[in-house]
């Protein structure tokens, strides 16, 4: 049987009858393209929530947990602190929740429920704007089955999607009831729909401008003549039907105008909205480009969707011939423009429903996602399906060949679209699925792994999150790596992966959030001092001394004999400025294992610090009595010589050091200091050659660092190289807040541009400590 072609023009809107036959054919045919949108997407009712979104906009949401209350409802008119003011779909959440509680089937049902409502909504709309039966109702079959539109129909979170679209074209059947019968009533039916889809999702912006081109097709408010102003010579009494209609939608801008502002700033603050400089303006370009062409690609061949689509550099070839292509098309639909209307309005459609969301203002880290297309793809399928029954027109052959097409489109939209729910069952399904049909999907990677962790699968777990830690900076990845290894009971390498996220960031509420986390297993097992210890690690990475040493007492509690956990304590102690508790436990450690060089030189240096000289020099001495070879025990014992003026001795300590570790930092910086500012062991070339191999060699290119250059270069008679020097070091110093420093270089700068050397008449070390 052929599908009648209909009219792809309407029929004057004020004389067709509205009559009861009518009514019911439209009836008949809005239900069954319900129904077969439920039958197709039924299975979604098995599937879970996902560990993306769902559970913080549903599940770990406290506003949406606790259903409808008023608190929860104030949140949702006044707030947007998760990523923008939607309130209707936060209300939609909640009464979810109130009905069913977490019973992610429910949720699933309302989603797919209101998709079907959007579909006839859809139908009903195109048939009201164009009068044509058969390919309004090819459309809205279009819209309810694509693959494309999976996504927003089984993702929970996208239960925004869903209620714009039905609010979407809602307001357009309100548009369409407006231009036949004008009246402030009207009107305010279309105000309403378009604010209620405000209120579900801030996409329905470019809504208004839609309303511009259905003006053009089909309602034909807007000759084709009067978008050429320039050639047709008519633009003058052009103007004022022009601004009738522009007028008619100002209250509509005014919301958009309010609404983008709100939205932008919104995303800005809760961090939703990348920064522009995280992403270039040249890579957003392209990547839009790009975007364009690949949704038209996954149109007409819906393979590899899949939850996220990672952004990285595009080939120059790919966005040059997306660019191309876009232009060919555009170009095309501006030729058909009056003998096929619908083809540009289509394209326009398509095109300008998508700004918003093509990744010119980038949000979140995907090249772009399939639930984007879920309102600007019904576009091309108007462009497509119009196109097609012009063509078809009275020919029977090529009705036959249109309704034979129509009949495998929809079936195999159908098909692969319920192909594609069971990869939408669980968090593992969603994410394994992006992690096969994508390269280095780091967010897939990582949210894959973090469900696996969930699932008690740790070895999986941790495959996956060790390939994310390798392709970004991201602190996730390896905090996934440290739980995994955590499970498996690997602590060395769970400290390692640990050590790797503070690296990156140890203040953030991801590296907060895992010393949470060790901070629980660990009480969970009170006895296990590897699990200790690696909780000082990480204390230690984020420079919270007192923390580690209050876990290093724990540990000396369980195990009394780990002289090497008092002796980190101690140092931890003096790093927190409890000097005088450090050396009452280097003493006590001392009782316990009286030839332990370690403590020995640490508490000689605690002793130097209080003052206590000849206490300190025996307790170095003993140092190196028991462990001779102690390249870091000798360095402290130097560097007491040198602060109490045994300058010689100090050198012949520095050199001893050197021989056992040529690049031991901080003995080739204070031998080279030594060298460079003592009068009565002044050696300039020597101070040079080691502070040239300090900044060199070695490549600390530090404040005191460069100080200690500076100093050496002066000393060695190079004085534009000690100026250089000390002008780099002030300004690290003042970079790194180091106020005190800088001044001090600065009256030493001044003495270099005199052509004078610097000298002093002790040596205060920066550290007198040797910190595990």
């Known amino acids: 049987m052929n599908l009648p072609t209909g009219t792809t023009s309407p029929a004057p809107l004020s004389t067709e009858a509205d009559n009861s036959s009518a009514t019911t054919y439209l009836a008949k045919i809005a239900a069954g393209l319900a129904l077969l949108t439920l039958f197709v997407f039924l299975p979604a009712v098995n599937c879970e929530f996902i560990n993306y979104d769902d559970d913080v906009f549903v599940t770990n949401n406290p506003k949406v947990a606790a259903g409808l209350t008023w608190e929860g409802i104030k949140w949702a008119f006044t707030s947007a602190d998760i990523d923008y003011w939607r309130p209707l779909s936060w209300l939609s959440h909640m009464l979810d929740v109130e009905l069913f509680g977490p019973v992610a089937g429910a949720h699933h049902l309302m989603n797919l429920l209101i998709h079907c409502a959007a579909v006839v909504m859809a139908f009903l709309a195109l048939h009201r704007l164009t009068r044509a039966v058969w390919p309004s109702a090819v459309v809205a079959a279009l819209f309810a089955w694509h693959p494309l539109h999976v996504e927003s129909v089984v993702w929970v979170a996208e239960r925004k999607d869903v209620l714009c679209g039905f609010f979407w074209f809602f307001t357009l059947w309100a548009y369409a009831r407006y231009v036949e019968s004008p009246s402030p009533r009207n009107y305010l ?224 939209c159908a098909l692969v679209a319920r192909s594609q729910i069971p990869h939408w069952e669980t968090s593992v399904t969603v994410f394994r699925r992006a992690v096969d049909v994508t390269s280095k999907n780091v967010i897939a990677l990582n949210n894959l792994a973090s469900e696996l962790l969930i699932r008690n699968q740790p070895r999986e777990a941790l495959r996956y999150a060790q390939e994310a830690a390798g392709f970004t900076p991201w602190q996730m990845p390896w905090i996934n790596v440290m739980s995994s290894h955590l499970v498996l009971n690997d602590y060395p390498s769970a400290q390692r992966a640990m050590l790797a996220a503070l690296k990156l960031d140890p203040k953030s509420d991801l590296a907060n959030g895992a010393i949470q986390q060790l901070a629980f297993v660990s009480s969970k097992q009170p006895e296990n001092i590897l699990l200790r210890k690696l909780l000082v690690s990480a204390h230690v990475a984020r420079g919270d001394f007192n923390a580690a040493a209050l876990q290093l007492a724990e540990v000396a509690r369980i195990a009394p004999n780990d002289i090497d956990a008092r002796i980190d304590r101690a140092a931890y102690l003096a790093a927190a400025g409890k000097e005088a508790e450090a050396i009452t436990v280097l003493e006590d450690a001392l009782k316990q294992s009286p030839a332990n060089a370690l403590a020995h030189s640490n508490l000689g240096s605690l002793l130097t610090r209080q003052g206590r000289t000849q206490e300190a020099i025996s307790h170095h001495l003993a140092a190196l009595a028991a462990d001779p070879e102690n390249y870091t025990s000798r360095h402290n014992y130097a560097l007491l010589l040198a602060r109490t003026g045994r300058t010689v001795e100090a050198r012949n300590e520095f050199e001893r050091v050197l021989q056992r570790n040529r690049d031991f930092e901080p003995t080739l910086q204070r031998l ?96 007198l400590i040797n910190k595990p």
Not at 690 to 695: E, K, S, V, W
Not at 698 to 722: C, H, Q, S, V
Not at 732 to 760: F, G, V
Request: proline residues 5%; aromatic residues 10%; positive net charge.
């Open 189 to 412: 039916t279309v105000f309403a729909g378009f604010v209620l889809g405000v209120m579900s999702k801030p996409m329905i912006v470019t809504l208004p401008c839609v309303l511009f081109l259905l003006d053009y097709w089909p309602l034909r408010r807007i000759d084709a003549s009067v978008l050429m102003l320039w050639r047709s010579g008519t633009w003058r009494s052009s103007l004022p039907k022009l601004w009738a209609l522009v007028r008619e939608k100002l209250p509509l801008l005014a919301v958009i105008a309010v609404l983008s502002v709100s939205t932008v700033y919104s995303q800005h603050r809760v961090g939703t909205l990348s920064k522009m400089d995280e992403w270039s303006a040249v890579l957003r370009f392209q990547n839009a480009l790009v975007s364009y062409a690949s949704y038209l690609v996954q149109t007409v061949l819906p393979v590899d969707l899949c939850v996220i689509y990672p952004l990285k550099d595009i080939p120059a070839w790919q966005w040059l011939a997306s660019g191309l292509l876009l232009v060919a098309i555009s170009l095309a639909s501006l030729r058909l423009a009056r003998r096929a209307p619908f083809v540009i309005v289509g394209w326009l459609w398509f095109v300008g429903v998508m700004v918003p969301v093509i990744g010119i203002l980038q949000v979140g880290g995907q090249a772009r996602a399939d639930r984007y297309t879920y309102l600007p793809l019904t576009g091309v399928f108007i462009a497509v399906v119009w196109g097609a029954f012009q063509w078809a027109g009275g020919h029977a052959g090529r009705q036959r060949m249109l309704s034979r097409g129509v009949f495998l489109a929809l079936l195999g």
């Open 672 to 767: 080279a200091w030594l060298l460079a500012t003592r009068a009565e062991c002044r050696d300039g070339t020597q101070a040079l050659a080691l502070a040239t191999r300090l900044l060199q060699v070695i490549k600390k290119d530090t404040p005191e660092n460069l100080d200690a250059f500076g100093a050496a270069a002066a000393a060695a008679g190079d004085f534009d190289r000690a100026i250089k020097s000390a002008q780099m070091a002030i300004d690290l110093a003042r970079k790194n807040n180091q106020a005190p420093l800088a001044d001090a270089i600065r009256a030493r700068l001044s003495l270099y541009q005199s052509h004078q050397p610097y000298t002093e008449s002790s040596v205060r070390p920066p550290s």
